[in-house]
């Protein structure tokens, strides 16, 4: 099986099981607008958002194809599960500031989480190729959400711990932070590639943090991972 084809099989559940976190927890936290909206299935026709989950991969496989001959990296989201912060409740106790931020990192935890279990499962020896790439998008995903921007999840998290002043002024920025994160880390690096301009943020910054990261996980669950 090519290398595209596994990453694409590797993106796609980890993906759907990212913004199923995010529902399941703001489910276990009083709010049912995602399971009303049936998202709290594993479904993928659920979840598939036309430029997240099709538009964007397809773009970032077609660059790579005519600049390298191959695809080395695959990044997508899916359909955001509908939440509700007026609904989040502890006991009776409403806190929907602090409670998206708890809604927030459900998403990223379920990645790193999934990146272990993949990890683990190295230990059957079957599979390797593809719980390797599997290791690798969840923990692109998990560490690009954690950017802290709205709405990215890091962003929820960062508007749940900062002064109410600070998160307001946070909050406010939510229409154009993914508009930013996307002219920055996406559109920007494309089109100044075509001209011979080295910019890229997010691949400086995995190239750094990635094998950092994937040494921990392979440390973690129990794989040589040599000095």
């Known amino acids: ?24 927890v703001a489910h276990l936290l009083g709010d049912d607008t995602a399971k009303n909206a049936d998202r709290l299935t594993l479904n993928p026709l659920k979840h598939i958002d036309p430029f997240g989950s099709i538009g964007l991969p397809l773009l970032l496989a077609l660059g790579q194809l005519a600049t390298i001959g191959h695809v080395e990296f695959l990044y997508g989201w899916a359909k955001p599960v509908p939440v ?22 459900a998403g990223p935890a379920m990645n790193f989480a999934l990146a272990l279990a ?3 499962a190295i230990h059957g020896g079957v599979g390797l190729e593809y719980l390797a790439y599997f290791i690798e998008i969840n923990l692109v995903l998990g ?6 921007l709205p709405p990215m999840d890091g962003g929820r998290v960062a508007v749940a711990l900062l002064p109410l002043p600070l998160a307001i002024r946070l909050a406010s920025t939510e229409r154009l932070g993914i508009l930013l994160v996307l002219l920055v880390l996406f559109i920007l690096p494309a089109v100044l590639g075509q001209f011979g301009v080295a910019f890229d943020p997010f691949q400086d910054a995995m190239s750094v943090i990635l094998p950092w990261a994937e040494h921990l996980v392979l440390a973690l669950t129990g794989n040589d991972v040599g000095n």
């Open 143 to 148: 560490l690009f959400n954690l950017i802290p």
């Open 84 to 105: 509700n912060p007026m609904n989040l409740n502890i006991k009776g106790r409403y806190n929907p500031r602090r409670l998206m931020g708890v809604v927030g990192i």
């Open 118 to 120: 993949a990890g683990f």
């Open 1 to 24: 099986m090519s290398g595209a084809m596994l990453l694409l099989l590797a993106l796609a559940p980890a993906i759907i099981l990212h913004e199923l976190a995010h529902g399941y």
